[in-house]
Nanobody, 120 residues
């Protein structure tokens, strides 16, 4: 499965961004898709994940501000990020694979990262 992410950018605190990640290839193996992020000097962390059946998991730090959604017909996952904070600054990566692998940092596929920078 190949993943193509887009939508990052430079915004101010309080602004919104929407990330997109389109899957192609052997998508039959994709049960879950999700987003991770990695800030400089920090470990990559799960931001949100969504299963093909609609099950969702969010990091506590983004609950109430970020929304993950999925268009199964387009094999695309979205991350709507509202009320962005400087601490959200990171490279965001999309991921795909079985649910347990996506939520435990071992997805079958990683997308290329997209930079999100939030200025104060």
């Amino acid at each position: 499965v190949q993943l193509q992410a887009s939508g990052g950018g430079l915004v101010q605190a309080g602004d919104s961004l929407r990330l997109s990640c389109a899957a192609s290839g052997s998508i039959g193996s994709v049960n879950a898709m999700g987003w991770y992020r990695q800030a400089p000097g920090k470990q990559r962390e799960l931001v949100a994940a969504i299963s093909s059946g609609g099950g969702i998991n969010y990091a506590d730090s983004v609950k109430g501000r970020f929304t993950i959604s999925r268009d199964n017909a387009k094999n695309t996952v979205y991350l709507q990020m509202n009320n962005l904070k400087p601490e959200d600054t990171a490279v965001y990566y999309c991921a795909a694979g079985p649910w347990i692998k996506v939520v435990t940092s071992t997805p079958n596929s990683w997308g290329q990262g997209t930079q999100v920078t939030v200025s104060s």
